[in-house]
């Protein structure tokens, strides 16, 4: 389920939750005990979805079109945060100090698509810092990976990615090869598309907010 | 009763049950991925209680063409390219379990234990927390009263049913099989068994 259908779901689930409140105010003396408490389990249910919606979109924290949730995984953590970390995130994922994830999508910046060209500069000294790894990885909307002539599925430290020569890494989100940019190419879908950023056993300036990815920026359209 | 207290009780049925909802919903996704270790397996048949299970040297190296017809996609689904995932459901309310890693060789790995409860990670075991070196963990119920045998670190759950992703990094295709081999290292067994 995509980001956006799930939007809508939730929507509408809000809309008919609405309606049944409404409902049961101005009709409240025909009502008996077995309808309140069966209609109000269901619309808790339904309000239960889109708590978690609402909140996954509170606790996000949204830079330059990328989405991250921090403190997830952590046994401290309260309800809320986990809510959204399961939402957001929806698998066992690592606490902050062992990885660092960040997504596009998730009604944040704008929907990528391989009907255009991109890409995501990082200025000189600006790859993200870590004691292991990262990794820019590939997907479709459906989160799979994306089939490409060169079997590329993902960049990061250990791709060989160029330097430009001030030291900045440019790496091209695009469809087709670019010309002169083979090392530094992440093969895109032709339609629609998101990106993870992983960062394992991220540096300081990722865990205390001060690192922040570059925003994916449009190329020249391709004609 | 009146329309009021008709009222009182939809609302507060509504509000029980949206804040369970909120609750419990990191515990439903995990619901999730313990049906596709134990019941659905990878394309290799179920996976065992108290098993860690890797994925396939060949998934890893062409996760689109030797993706498993059948089991669940969870892990061959979506966007790691960097790691040989391991996981595996534990039970231990029939005693603890021994999680053995080899000496892992400066590699970053990680094994990390979740409780499905809540999905927190209630400890790790791997290159941040315990280094690269051989060892032995004896991972432990919250009701098992006994002493971790000399030479073991004792990792204690809250939850007697454990969810653990290991991760174990590739640093190129020329490496996959070396990685792969160390994965299969990483192993449990009972105490005592």
């Known amino acids: ?223 | 009763m009146t329309g009021y207290q008709h009222l009182l009780l939809f609302g507060s049925v509504t509000v029980a049950a949206c804040s369970l909802f909120v609750y419990f919903w990191p515990r439903i996704l995990l619901v999730v991925y313990k049906r596709a270790i134990l019941v659905k397996g990878f394309g290799e048949g179920p996976i065992p209680v108290n098993t860690l299970y890797t994925e396939p040297q060949a998934v890893f190296a062409d996760p689109l063409r030797a993706a498993p017809a059948s089991g669940s996609s969870l892990i061959t689904t979506g966007v790691n390219r960097d790691t040989l995932l391991m996981v595996g459901w534990l039970d231990l309310s029939k005693g603890p379990q021994v999680l053995h890693v080899p000496d892992m060789g400066g590699r970053y790995y990680s094994v990390q234990l979740t409780d499905p409860s809540n999905n927190t990670n209630f400890a790790y075991v791997g290159k941040r927390v315990t280094g690269t070196e051989a060892g032995d963990y004896l991972i432990s119920g919250p009701d098992w009263t006994g002493s971790a045998p000399q030479g073991m670190t004792r990792i204690s759950s809250p939850n007697n049913s454990v969810l653990v992703v290991g991760r174990t990094l590739v640093e190129s295709d020329a490496d996959i099989s070396v990685a792969y081999a160390l994965s299969k290292q990483i192993l449990l067994a009972p105490l005592g068994g």
């Not at chain 1, 970390?85 to 990528?112: D, S």
């Open chain 1, 1 to 223: 389920m995509t980001s956006r259908t799930y939007t809508y779901l939730t929507a509408l689930i809000g809309v008919i939750c609405g309606y049944v409140i409404v409902r049961s105010v101005l009709f409240a003396d025909s009502l008996t005990v077995r309808n309140d408490l069966v209609q109000g389990f269901l619309v808790g249910a339904g309000l239960g979805v889109v708590a978690v919606e609402i909140l996954s979109r509170i606790k996000a924290t949204r830079i330059n079109g990328w989405v991250t949730v921090f403190g997830c995984g952590l046994p401290g953590s309260d309800i809320f945060t986990r809510a959204a970390c399961a939402r957001i995130f929806p698998g066992p994922v690592n606490v902050p100090q062992e990885a660092m994830y960040w997504k596009t999508g998730h009604g944040v910046g704008h929907t990528l698509s391989g009907e255009h060209d991109y890409i995501l500069h990082f200025p000189p000294g600006g790859l993200p810092p870590n004691d292991a790894f990262w990794s820019l990885t590939m997907a479709d909307a459906k989160e799979h990976f994306v089939a490409n002539p060169i079997d590329r599925y993902s960049v990061g430290d250990r791709s060989g990615l160029a330097q430009n020569p001030d030291g900045s890494v440019d790496i091209y989100l695009q469809n087709a090869a670019p010309a002169d940019h083979q090392a530094n190419w992440l093969p895109a879908p032709a339609g629609r598309f998101i990106l993870w950023l992983r960062v394992y056993m991220p540096g300081a300036a990722i865990l205390n907010g001060e690192f922040t990815v570059p925003p994916v920026v449009e190329a020249r359209p391709r004609r």
